[in-house]
């Protein structure tokens, strides 16, 4: 495909004057951005990967680059929709006032002017479906250009009237809480308000028009509390900016110079897409948004409250993903597939109070049965979408446990096209898993993915995945022999991160929703950390504005962690990994502590490389006084025994007839040291206990334990304890017993034959 040079551009567009007509001016089209994968779908090249996985400057960025140099609408017009209340009207004109151009009102300036009657007479005279027709008919007859526009409230609810409006602009949606719009509507005239009838509330017709919204807006501004229009009118140019310069959220390697980009990345930037598809950055370090994350006012947060845990999602989301890479309204098709009935909970991430001032962030009722789902429910369908359509992608994961089988099925979720396209290998430590996370991980094997046990821990079955995908000869070899490009889905991808940082501040917004402290006052976290992944996505949701004072690090035996935020010492030397009864946090090497170290160290990535260079071949580091300083004011760490583990599973039980997982029991017991109960604390329970059935059974002090992983579920299902044992894990048990699964020796060469091997079966070769 040839794309046009910016300065062919110059005759497509030029600045309007401030007065154009409204009814016949020509409308201005351009070609809508297309993902990578549809613009490359006809032009395969398997001889450069690099060409083959960038994404393709399109047409439309183009002309938003030149446009914003130019002038914030050019031809396009600023389509403004919210429900009634929503201020749509007063932010149109201050906005257009900003911008010195028209200014519409399609309720004053178009419906009453066509209709020569009040829209309330209107409604009156022909009532409600007849309404939305001739309101539709109205919008389709009508034309503008470089003007602000203020829908009515009704208007998005007629799918060939918004799709014509859609063509000529880009569309705000103004999101106003239910409870802000019923408070300002009040005081208002209700004949306007278009299904408003004896027996259908209010809140009914706001709740039902959320489907219409989010299927037509560009972009979201969260408009909470009393925020003035001014105010929102800033925060509709804000948003329209970004939206026109995809160019300022690329991405970079944690191991980048400050002064610039890494030596193999100097030709071309990185955007969410390419992070997603591509894992790791060419030089070895961890994919971080170069600006740093998006801020949320606290109106903005306190807007949340009342939302669902998909909309939270929705909203999140959005702001960390551009929409040239993920249009909204797909990524809120993709969320809500992701976040459906696949859960057992319908609050998705629910919080329970434990005792005292605890509680428990339960992230277990996904398919799998662990808080990896919330990721790998999500990710799969942002990976295929972002994806190119004329490559194929093997997925390598490395797994202490939970990942293996929360990987295996979500991407077996994925629609048959995709799944031809799209396989994976999970590599796991044979010896080094629960027995049920084992029989999971075998169980949920597909027609396009795979177990492959290694004998060995995690920690290599983790750096020889690293290895891979900086091994430039193989990597090149697997494009050009076979078509195929490798990616990443463990932890380090940063699709794996985002979807974790919705949970924690979910977690707070249900406080403030249930009463148990208002918005604004602080909360401690507490998780089992062992790649420091959900670690660094609270933390991430303390730099967005969620109000956490700490974050505690909960270990077990493996405790390098704890021994590293004491001291700042990294220490590897003569520690071997420890088997323990929380397999998750069986982890020595933390690759997202990566991520967390490029952040404190003002994003100096030649630091972050000398450190783990050090670490890699030294088996050590350790942080300067200053950067040990910044890491002890933002987290505490501390670590739990065996028995410890044990006696906590055995006492919460007997006292509150709750199971803790072995996991969610290692952060109880830290929580219990470290937290000095002047705030609640919120401990993140990231698997449900049914994965760990022997150990739970020993910490219930059954003295008879029978060794199939079904028997053993079924007898703890007798307690009748909360919460009940998991339906998805028994069920994959029930179908599925020890079966075939292939093992391979702790042999780098190995791990890349199995790789080819399962390659050339699953996909045709090129040549």
């Not at 880009?170 to 004949?191: A, H, N």
Request: glycine share 6%; aromatic share 8%.
């Amino acid at each position: 495909m040839q794309l046009l040079h910016k300065t062919q551009l110059s005759g497509l567009s030029s600045c309007l004057g401030k007065k154009p007509t409204i009814t016949h001016q020509k409308m201005f089209h351009i070609f809508q951005y297309q993902p990578l994968r549809l613009i490359t779908q006809n032009s395969l090249s398997s001889m450069c990967l690099k060409l083959m996985l960038s994404r393709p400057v399109a047409f439309a960025q183009i002309w938003k680059s030149w446009l914003s140099s130019h002038s914030l609408l050019g031809k396009k017009n600023i389509i403004l929709m919210g429900p009634p209340g929503a201020g749509k009207t007063t932010v149109g004109r201050i906005v257009g006032q900003k911008l010195d151009c028209p200014v519409i009102d399609i309720d004053d300036d178009v419906l009453e002017t066509t209709w020569n009657m009040s829209v309330s007479e209107k409604l009156q005279d022909v009532g409600y479906e007849e309404f939305l027709e001739e309101e539709g008919k109205a919008l389709l007859k009508f034309s503008a250009s470089g003007s602000v526009i203020s829908l009515s409230g009704s208007n998005p609810m007629h799918a060939a009237g918004m799709q014509h409006m859609k063509k000529s602009g880009i569309v705000v949606y103004l999101d106003v809480p239910t409870t802000v719009i019923m408070s300002r509507l009040k005081s208002k005239e209700m004949g306007r308000i278009v299904g408003l009838s004896p027996g259908i509330s209010l809140k009914d017709i706001l709740q039902f028009r959320k489907q219409f919204y989010k299927r037509w807006f560009d972009i979201r501004v969260l408009c909470g509390g009393d925020i003035a229009a001014e105010v929102v009118a800033e925060k509709v140019l804000d948003a329209v900016k970004r939206y026109q310069d995809s160019e300022l959220e690329t991405f970079i390697s944690t191991r980048s110079s400050r002064s610039g980009r890494s030596t193999e990345e100097d030709s071309h930037k990185f955007y969410f897409s390419d992070v997603v598809t591509q894992g790791l950055a060419l030089d070895g370090g961890l994919f971080v948004p170069e600006r740093g994350l998006p801020k949320f006012t606290a109106e903005e947060w306190q807007g949340l409250i009342e939302a669902t845990y998909t909309e939270r999602a929705q909203v999140i989301l959005e702001r960390c993903i551009h929409p040239d890479d993920i249009p909204a309204a797909k990524l809120a098709e993709i969320i809500e597939t992701a976040y459906g009935e696949n859960f057992s909970c319908s609050k998705i991430a629910p919080v329970r109070h434990l005792a005292g001032n605890q509680f428990l962030l339960e992230l277990f009722h996904g398919p799998t049965a662990s808080f990896k789902d919330f990721a790998l429910q999500l990710m799969p369908h942002l990976f295929a979408y972002c994806i190119p359509r004329s490559c194929n992608y093997l997925i390598l994961v490395a797994t202490s446990g939970d990942t293996g089988s929360a990987v295996l099925d979500g991407f077996s979720r994925l629609h048959d096209t995709d799944k031809q396209r799209i396989a994976l290998v999970n590599f796991f430590p044979e010896d080094g898993v629960s027995p049920i996370q084992k029989s999971q991980m075998i169980g949920c094997q597909k027609e396009n993915a795979w177990s492959v046990g290694v004998k060995s821990d995690f920690d290599f079955c983790q750096t020889a995945i690293k290895q891979i995908f900086t091994n430039s000869d193989f990597t090149g070899f697997l494009t050009v022999e076979y078509g195929t490009a490798l990616a990443a889905a463990n932890s380090i991808n940063w699709a794996r991160l985002l979807p974790q940082i919705v949970y924690h501040a979910s977690a707070y917004l249900d406080l403030v929703h249930q009463g148990i402290i208002s918005f604004g006052s602080p909360v401690d976290i507490c998780i089992p950390t062992g790649n420091f992944g959900n670690m660094l996505a609270a933390f991430y949701a303390k730099m967005m504005g969620i109000p956490i004072r700490k974050c505690i690090c909960a270990s077990n035996e493996n405790n390098v962690l704890t021994d590293f935020i004491r001291t700042g010492v990294y220490d590897l030397r003569g520690r071997k990994l420890i088997s323990t009864f929380s397999p998750a946090v069986d982890i020595l090497k933390s690759s997202n502590l990566e991520r967390y170290l490029h952040l404190i160290a003002n994003e100096d990535g030649q630091l972050v490389t000398k450190l783990f260079n050090q670490l890699e071949n030294q088996g050590r580091f350790q942080l300067r006084k200053d950067l040990l300083g910044k890491l002890q004011q933002d987290l505490v760490a501390g670590w739990c025994s065996h028995e410890d583990c044990l006696a906590a599973i055995h006492s919460v039980y007997s006292t509150t007839g709750y199971i803790l997982d072995t996991h969610t029991a290692v952060a109880k017991v830290v929580a219990d040291r470290l937290q000095d109960r002047t705030c609640p604390i919120i401990i993140s329970s990231t698997a449900h206990y049914s994965k760990f059935a022997p150990a739970i059974l020993r910490a219930l002090r059954i003295a008879e334990i029978n060794q199939n992983p079904l028997s053993q579920l079924h007898l703890l299902s007798s307690y009748s304890a909360l919460p009940p044992i998991h339906w998805g894990l028994l069920e994959t048990l029930k179908k599925t017993g020890n079966g075939d699964h292939q093992v391979c020796a702790a042999d780098l060469t190995a791990l890349m034959s199995h790789i080819e091997t399962l390659i050339q079966n699953h996909f045709m070769k090129v040549f």
